[in-house]
């Protein structure tokens, strides 16, 4: 088979398109011919030898990759027939190995892909879904919020703009350029806006007609972060699920205190001590797009060309959610 395999880290030119053997699959394992293959932003920093999360670089060398939907294969010893030819997507773990036209992983992390699903949405459900479900929990929406969604372009972004809408919410988008604001446009936002432009906060404002913000969805961090803050009314709720700028918002007590408002993260500890575990949010990211609730924005790439993939993810290229196609 082919697989995207790294053997020095570095740049995006070092996933490399090569010949690999086939992978065989152990007890309690499938084998999966792979439709789609997620690429994430921590995917990048692994790529540099860079800790990214909660993960650390792998040992080389590796073929990266954490989520994968196809058809099944091969069974491995103990696992039932009716596996064999199923659709399926799967969270591969830290193992990975998902860049490549097989995957194996373990019969307990697959979920059959409902009717009409495509491999390509799956795949963008089951990690990136399966966040945007527990952001959405723990923000515990109502038609009565004022929501901020930076990144509103991005894989998780867009997930959380139609998730808000469909809550009732009054949502304000932010992206960078003009193209990715039309697509949050595109999503249904009430408001959507380029933050690259240094007048954001008090367009937003003026956007806002006399409304005042309740919750701040924030993946950003850093300087936008803490001007999306800033807009939070008092007894507002600010949620973070991670800093793509580098840091996490800056706060303080005196934030809190000030202004009563709320500060909490939707994942880290917090989302592994979570009652259900991660599969219970899979199941309703998966649940989301067979009804049509959450439809994932998408850019796809083919398989070969993974280094092009991370090129356009890390210089914020790309729109949705990031997916190669072997």
């Avoid at 930076?150 to 009732?168: E, H, T």
Wanted: with cysteine; net charge negative.
């Amino acid at each position: 088979m082919r697989a995207i395999r790294l053997h020095e880290f570095g740049p995006p030119e070092n996933l490399r398109y090569e010949e690999v053997p086939d992978p065989e699959p152990g007890p309690g394992q499938v084998t999966i011919d792979v439709g789609a293959a997620g690429v994430h932003l921590l995917d990048t920093g692994l790529r540099r030898g860079e800790p990214s999360g909660p993960l650390q670089p792998p040992e080389l060398p590796d073929t990266p990759g954490r989520e994968v939907a196809g058809r099944v294969s091969a069974l491995g010893e103990g696992v039932g027939e009716e596996w064999l030819g199923r659709r399926v997507v799967a969270h591969l773990g830290p193992a990975g190995q998902g860049y490549a036209e097989k995957a194996v992983t373990g019969v307990e992390r697959l979920h059959e892909i409902p009717a009409g699903v495509p491999c390509e949405v799956a795949v963008a459900m089951i990690g990136t879904g399966r966040t945007a479900m527990a952001v959405l929990e723990a923000a515990a929406l109502t038609a009565d919020d004022v929501v901020v969604v930076p990144a509103a372009a991005g894989g998780l972004g867009a997930l959380l703009v139609q998730a808000s809408l469909d809550a009732g919410a009054f949502v304000v988008g932010l992206a960078g350029g003009e193209a990715k604001v039309g697509a949050v446009r595109g999503l249904g936002a009430h408001v959507a806006l380029d933050y690259t432009r240094e007048t954001w906060p008090a367009d937003v404002r003026e956007r806002l007609e006399g409304r005042e913000v309740t919750v701040v969805l924030d993946g950003v961090g850093g300087a936008t972060g803490r001007s999306a803050l800033e807009l939070l009314a008092p007894g507002g709720r600010l949620l973070m699920f991670g800093y793509s700028e580098g840091t996490p918002t800056r706060l303080s007590s005196e934030d809190v205190w000030a202004r009563g408002i709320t500060v909490s993260t939707a994942i880290g500890v917090r989302l592994l001590r979570r009652p259900g575990g991660l599969r219970e949010l899979e199941e309703r990211a998966l649940a989301a797009a067979a009804a049509g609730r959450l439809t994932p924005l998408r850019t796809t790439f083919p398989l070969k060309d993974a280094g092009a993939a991370h090129a356009a993810l890390e210089g914020r290229a790309t729109t949705g959610k990031v997916v190669l196609v072997p």
